[in-house]
């Protein structure tokens, strides 16, 4: 397992753009699938984005296809979501995964709030 915390929430209006990282601890980063979900109020947890222990393969949830963009830095044990285009309805609390395979995450970051103001 990894340590992870998020950070780079806040408050945008829509249209506007944040960038939310993901800081890792543990020597196992750079060998984790990584992955981006997100809650909003009275939602359950949906996916967003994920992306492959070296980065050369990402996917993504066809709400934020084309506006959001997942990478990771392993020499910095950090994962990012850029986040573009933003809309209300990606206002959520918004948390990092790590595991050993996609869809197999055993760590979880507390979460980040995401407000997008229309």
């Known amino acids: 397992q990894v340590q992870l915390a998020e950070s780079g929430g806040g408050l945008v209006q829509a249209g506007g753009s944040l960038r939310l990282s993901c800081a890792a601890s543990?020597?196992?980063?750079?060998?984790?699938?990584m992955g981006w979900f997100r809650q909003a109020l009275g939602k359950e947890r949906e996916f967003v984005a994920r992306?492959?222990?070296?980065?050369?393969?990402?996917y993504y949830a066809d709400s934020v296809k084309g506006r959001f963009t997942i990478s990771r830095d392993n020499a910095k044990n950090t994962v990012y979501l850029q986040m573009n285009s933003l809309k209300p309805e990606d206002t959520a609390v918004y948390y990092c995964?790590?595991?050993?395979?996609?869809?197999?995450?055993?760590?979880w970051g507390q979460g980040t709030q995401v407000t997008v103001s229309s």
């Open positions: 543990g020597r196992a980063f750079s060998s984790y699938a």
């Open positions: 995964a790590g595991g050993p395979h996609f869809g197999l995450y055993d760590s």
């Open positions: 992306i492959s222990w070296n980065g050369g393969s990402t």
